[in-house]
């Protein structure tokens, strides 16, 4: 134990899990701390990829029954262009203010 300590408070120390230094982000300690210890998911449960192009390779079937949905990439579905948008769009919450909008081509939603 005293071993991962030391570990751990190199890899603090020189800010491995919170910048671009090393990686950056919470990923290396959560591998440590569930390493063997996890169950494999069906696929609709991380449905990634969906800002990467703006045509799409999922079917509509697929993401509408998807639990999580990741618009990685530059097109996001709340900009002009991205796919599987209405699917996003039926969780959007409006701005109260009115002084934030989502710009599509087929007009604001």
């Known amino acids: 134990m005293l ?7 190199i890899c603090f120390r020189e800010n491995i899990f919170g910048t671009q230094k090393g990686g ?3 990923g290396p300690p959560m591998m ?3 390493y063997e210890k996890y169950s494999q998911l069906p696929p609709e449960w991380n449905v990634r990829h969906l800002g990467v192009t703006s045509g799409t390779k999922y079917s509509d079937e697929f993401v509408h029954s ?3 949905l990741h618009w990685n990439g530059r097109y996001k ?3 002009r262009i991205s796919q599987h948008t209405m699917v996003w769009e039926k969780f959007y919450i409006h701005d109260p203010t009115g002084q934030y ?3 599509r081509k087929y007009g604001n939603i």
């Open 101 to 103: 909008k989502i710009a």
């Open 24 to 26: 950056g982000s919470s």
């Open 77 to 79: 579905p709340w900009g």
């Open 3 to 9: 071993i991962w300590s030391i570990i751990l408070l």
């Open 66 to 68: 998807a639990k999580l």
């Open 32 to 34: 440590i701390v569930f």
